[in-house]
């Protein structure tokens, strides 16, 4: 049964603090996305990778907010310093391309809270 | 304008009745459509892609997609109570691989 696996589930942590959030894509699936999603804004795209490559981290914000792909297994999201706008749930998507496009499989996600 | 807008309901349906969910996009470039399926807690599931003018069936749901328009469409037959969500319509914008979220629509679906 493939599917995406993200580490951790949850996370609670204090202002100021260091988050690390891992994405396990789908075997042979070459792409991977990071979204986050509020209520207020619903789901954004904060980077994607093509090939263990950043390709767009134009949604991420870049002064506190790091992305990597440092192997075909493993992305990371990462925030330093933390911040409460920063709760939200951040999911991890796996990319299959279809010849047109690439259709977006998504993990359970990682619900954080910083307070 | 929205690049992706959606009706946010809830769409009430009585059990056994025919859902329609609709969505509009801005960019007249896109090619690729997708609706995805999202419970309360849990993470967005694919149900259909689309990509051709007309319509694509798979089960009860139908997709249907109007370019001239700009207007992509999801029925779902026979709705079921278990299908109370909130659905997301999902366009890939900007000529890349970028998925852009419409803000979803509450389906209820009620005995």
């Known amino acids: 049964d493939a599917r995406v696996t993200q580490t951790p589930r949850h996370k609670v942590t204090e202002m100021g603090q260091e988050v690390t959030m891992r994405c396990q894509p789908i075997?042979?699936?070459?792409?991977v996305f990071w979204y986050r999603q509020t209520m207020m804004q619903g789901l954004e795209l904060l980077a994607y990778?093509?090939?263990?490559?950043?390709?767009?981290d134009s949604g991420m914000p870049k002064d506190r907010f790091s992305a990597e792909m440092p192997d075909a297994t493993l992305a990371t999201l990462k925030i330093q310093p933390s911040e409460p706008r920063d709760s939200a749930v951040y999911f991890c998507?796996?990319?299959?391309?279809?010849?047109?496009?690439?259709?977006?499989?998504f993990g359970p996600g990682t619900r954080l809270t910083v307070t | 304008q929205k690049e992706v807008e959606q009706n946010s309901g809830p769409l009430s349906v009585p059990e056994g009745a025919i859902a329609s969910l609709n969505c509009t996009y801005s960019?007249?470039?896109?090619?690729?459509f997708f609706w995805y399926r999202q419970y309360s807690g849990k993470s967005p599931e694919l149900i259909m892609s689309?990509?051709?003018?007309g319509d694509k069936e798979d089960g009860r749901f139908t997709a249907q997609l109007n370019k001239a328009s700009q207007y992509v469409s999801l029925l779902i037959r026979d709705s079921q109570p278990s299908d109370s969500a909130t659905y997301l319509c999902?366009?890939?914008?900007?000529?890349?691989?970028?998925?852009?979220f419409g803000t979803g629509t509450q389906l209820k679906v009620e005995l």
């Open positions: 075997l042979g699936h070459n792409t």
């Open positions: 998507a796996s990319g299959d391309w279809t010849g047109y496009s690439y259709e977006q499989y």
């Open positions: 960019d007249r470039g896109s090619q690729s």
């Open positions: 689309i990509y051709s003018n």
């Open positions: 999902a366009v890939v914008t900007g000529g890349g691989n970028k998925l852009t």
């Open positions: 990778f093509r090939n263990r490559a950043p390709l767009d």
